[in-house]
């Protein structure tokens, strides 16, 4: 590589390496909230019929997963309850270990739709193909990375002796995890 080029390339390298250290900080709540918007946006469609391109088999597998009890005209909202006060949840932060435990519970019967009605999310009964439907589903995965790594910076909810909830851990300022055999300390 000729000098110039070697020169650009270290600039540029340097350039996104500060770009990165200055959004580092907010990347964790940028990722929150913008899965949270997702959620208030996909679950307000359901709220108006024939708006959500998922609303037919949404209703069709919950009727399934209820076992039969909570018919369509019900499920519709009550999903579209859920999903925004999911969304509303991870963008404010409020309740958010709740927030992320009803967000995974939802994601469990999302993903049983791949079961549920293999005819709507497979073409042609190959698990190669999915249709507009299954991609819709299938997309999901990326949802739930997001929220696995917003639950991991949540750390671990002890419970110190006497029923009190244990202080937070310290963490590195960069949100690293400790390394093997480093001490953890409590903040005070």
């Known amino acids: 590589m000729s000098s110039a080029m070697e020169h650009a390339h270290q600039r540029a390298t340097s350039g996104a390496a500060a770009l990165a250290a200055r959004y580092r900080?907010?990347?964790?709540?940028?990722?929150?909230?913008?899965?949270?918007?997702v959620f208030v946006w996909f679950g307000a469609l359901k709220f108006i019929p024939g708006a959500s391109p998922a609303e037919d088999i949404a209703a069709r597998c919950m009727g399934v997963l209820s076992f039969g009890l909570v018919p369509a005209e019900v499920s519709l909202p009550l999903l579209a309850v859920m999903e925004v006060a999911i969304g509303l949840g991870l963008i404010t932060g409020l309740l958010l270990r709740t927030t992320l435990a009803v967000f995974f519970v939802h994601m469990s019967g999302v993903f049983a739709t791949l079961v549920i009605a293999p005819d709507a999310v497979w073409e042609h009964g190959t698990l190669l193909v999915p249709t507009l439907e299954g991609q819709y589903i299938i997309k999901n995965i990326v949802l739930v990375s997001a929220c696995l790594a917003v639950a991991a910076r949540l750390g671990p909810r002890a419970v110190a002796s006497g029923g009190t909830p244990a202080p937070p851990l310290a963490v590195d300022p960069d949100h690293s995890v400790p390394a093997a055999g480093q001490e953890v300390r409590s903040v005070r």
């Open 25 to 37: 900080p907010f990347s964790d709540t940028a990722l929150r909230i913008s899965v949270g918007v």
